[in-house]
Nanobody, 122 residues
Framework: QVQLVESGGGSVQPGDSLRLSCAAS????????IGWFRQAPGKEREFVAA????????KSADSVKGRFVISRDNAKNMVWLQMISLKPEDTAVYFC???????????????WGQGTQVTVSS
């Protein structure tokens, strides 16, 4: 059974940090690029960051450049999104997704997690 499970979300204040985790099982992890996407209330889901299957290449949205870092450990089937200097506009449900294309876009993602809520508010 294919599973992507996100964790690490929560409620924080502006300027705080969070690290989201994405754990995978049930498919050949090493063959997939992994992307983080987010969806804020009333908005469409948007790309946040992605990492290639090898981990040698990463991309991030302009809105999070310099604040969010994506990484992976293929031996552990894990991907992380380290988020610093969080802003209220980062509030959203964050999803990880696996894609055989890099960089991944929504339409190329074969597997999705259920999402984890991140709320940034003072």
């Amino acid at each position: 059974q294919v599973q992507l499970v996100e964790s690490g979300g929560g409620s924080v204040q502006p300027g705080d940090s969070l690290r989201l985790s994405c754990a995978a099982s049930g498919f050949i992890w090493d063959y997939y690029a992994i992307g983080w996407f987010r969806q804020a209330p009333g908005k469409e889901r948007e790309f946040v960051a992605a990492i290639s299957w090898s981990g040698n290449s990463t991309k991030s949205a302009d809105s999070v450049k310099g604040r969010f870092v994506i990484s992976r450990d293929n031996a552990k089937n894990m991907v992380w999104l380290q988020m610093i200097s969080l802003k209220p506009e980062d509030t959203a449900v964050y999803f990880c997704a696996a894609s055989s294309w890099y960089p991944p876009v929504e339409s190329t993602c074969d597997y999705w997690g259920q999402g984890t809520q991140v709320t940034v508010s003072s």
